[in-house]
């Protein structure tokens, strides 16, 4: 739902020439195939007519909304079930794309704030399903399963641009809303039949697998006591892992709400033309997202690197390939071939990720993964707030010169800071199969680690350590000196 608005933008909005001024636009500054007037008038496709800011609020309407949920959501998750939680706010989201439409017609400023409100609903699912995905899979098999499983966004992604531009020719935009939502209140009925909250309570999962994943996973079942705020917010690692997510998140919305546009408006490729094109990049991502998780689970598994060498080599693909293919296609001009293709190589890189520290906040505690990734989510959202903002505000001349140039505006030094930051920590995230355990000013009198350049546990917490297969701390065993042991499981006293 969230992609074909950027396909069914291209389709509402009325697209007019603009005004030609000798001393602002050259013949550079517009592409082969763009008519230039010397007034306002002639204009094709669509009905309505809004600017390149308003379309920018139409596009962020829904992670202003994920803002203030996606927090207060993931700790709900945590205490009321992450299943529950991922069923209502899809639903209610399936609700709202329905009755778009009628909002649109109504009024602007209605189907903005219906674009807020669905927001508001879906905030809670991505933290939700990071819980319930720490609740299932053993720490082995993350790089892996992280990838096949979260790159099914991309797949999503790949369908929707692939058929949205299609149907929006010859159905209508409006059909991108029912058929969507319709799609999507459907596979919510499946998910509150077929998902689990976790192994113990599924039905069909035979004994022998049961124990497999309980044992490995070693989840402490603590969601509903007190989360240690400050040790998390001011856990360097944990710090390095938004920074990593910002990169990240800021190359996906950007492509996500701004390339269909960028193809229509500027490289002039009609709107059913533009949504085949645009779901190449989402392949490639797709790809790079399940080949990457594979390859890093099997370097390591076969030792040759250590479980930190790969998240180095892995992140950093993913931090400078995409800022390196951004700024090139900023020289390029109106190559649409050579365009498109650095579009797809920048998806890509940005994949590697899945290999990386993706799942970071699964190493760090994972009783509070969906705590920690509300967090990062809430500051990684005003990534697409900012910048689909910056290209409407920029960009509202259709011009290709401004187009150009605000593709790796904040990406390079972004994502060269990601890649810093990575390589400076010897281990930025902590051991694998670690479990955050909750902690009150009376709990602990210290709690300490060999070093903490090694990652650690966070500040306020402690980790049980466990054998994982790499070579990562499993020589260092962190030291509790309590002084009240009330809080904690049987099995540590």
Not at 406 to 411: G, I, S
Not at 477 to 492: C, F, K, N, Y
């Amino acid at each position: 739902m969230r992609v074909s608005m950027s396909v069914a933008i291209v389709a509402m909005v009325r697209t007019t020439n603009t005004t030609t001024n000798s001393s602002l636009q050259t013949d550079t500054d517009t592409c082969p195939g763009q008519e230039v007037v010397t007034s306002s008038t002639g204009s094709k496709n669509g009905e309505f007519e809004w600017n390149e800011l308003t379309q920018s609020y139409i596009l962020t309407g829904g992670i202003y909304g994920s803002l203030v949920t996606v927090l207060i959501g993931a700790r709900l998750a945590e205490m009321f079930g992450n299943k529950r939680v991922c069923g209502i706010s899809m639903f209610m989201s399936a609700v709202l794309n329905i009755l778009s439409p009628i909002c649109v017609r109504w009024n602007v400023a209605a189907f903005i704030a219906a674009r807020v409100l669905q927001g508001f609903f879906t905030g809670p699912f991505m933290p939700a399903n990071m819980s319930l995905f720490a609740s299932w899979v053993p720490p082995q098999e993350r790089a892996r399963l992280s990838g096949i499983i979260f790159s099914a966004s991309n797949i999503g992604s790949l369908i929707s641009m692939g058929i949205s531009g299609k149907m929006a020719s010859t159905f209508g935009w409006e059909s991108l809303f029912y058929v969507y939502g319709v799609l999507t209140a459907l596979w919510c009925v499946l998910w509150m039949f077929l998902v689990h909250e976790s192994p113990e309570t599924h039905p069909w999962i035979s004994d022998e697998e049961k124990e497999y994943i309980v044992s490995n996973t070693k989840k402490v079942a603590i969601a509903k006591n007190p989360v240690p705020w400050i040790g998390i917010i001011f856990n360097l690692p944990f710090c390095a892992q938004i920074i990593m997510d910002i990169g990240s998140t800021w190359i996906m919305f950007t492509l996500t709400t701004e390339l269909p546009t960028y193809l229509k408006n500027i490289l002039h490729f009609d709107t059913e033309s533009a949504s085949y094109i645009t779901a190449l990049p989402y392949l490639a991502g797709w790809l790079s997202n399940v080949s990457s998780g594979i390859i890093s689970q099997w370097l390591r598994h076969k030792g040759y690197v250590s479980h930190m060498t790969a998240y180095r080599i892995f992140n950093g693909i993913a931090a400078l390939g995409p800022a390196v293919s951004l700024i090139i296609i900023t020289q390029l001009g109106c190559d649409s071939v050579s365009i498109i293709i650095l579009f797809t190589i920048t998806l890509l890189f940005n994949g590697s990720y899945f290999g990386g520290s993706m799942l970071g906040v699964m190493d760090l505690g994972v009783n509070f993964a969906g705590t920690m990734s509300g967090i990062s989510g809430t500051i990684t959202g005003i990534t697409g707030i900012i910048a689909p903002t910056i290209v409407g505000a920029v960009t509202n001349n259709h011009t290709l010169r401004t187009r150009t140039a605000v593709l790796p505006l904040p990406t390079s030094p972004t994502q060269s800071l990601r890649w810093q930051i990575n390589s400076a920590n010897e281990n930025l995230i902590a051991e694998r199969n670690s479990a955050l355990l909750p902690a009150t000013p009376l709990a602990f009198q210290s709690v300490t680690v060999s070093s903490f350049r090694t990652g650690g546990p966070l500040f306020g917490c402690t980790a049980i350590r466990d054998q994982v297969e790499d070579d990562v701390l499993h020589d260092q065993v962190a030291t509790i000196t309590p002084r009240r042991l009330l809080d904690l499981p049987q099995e540590t006293r």
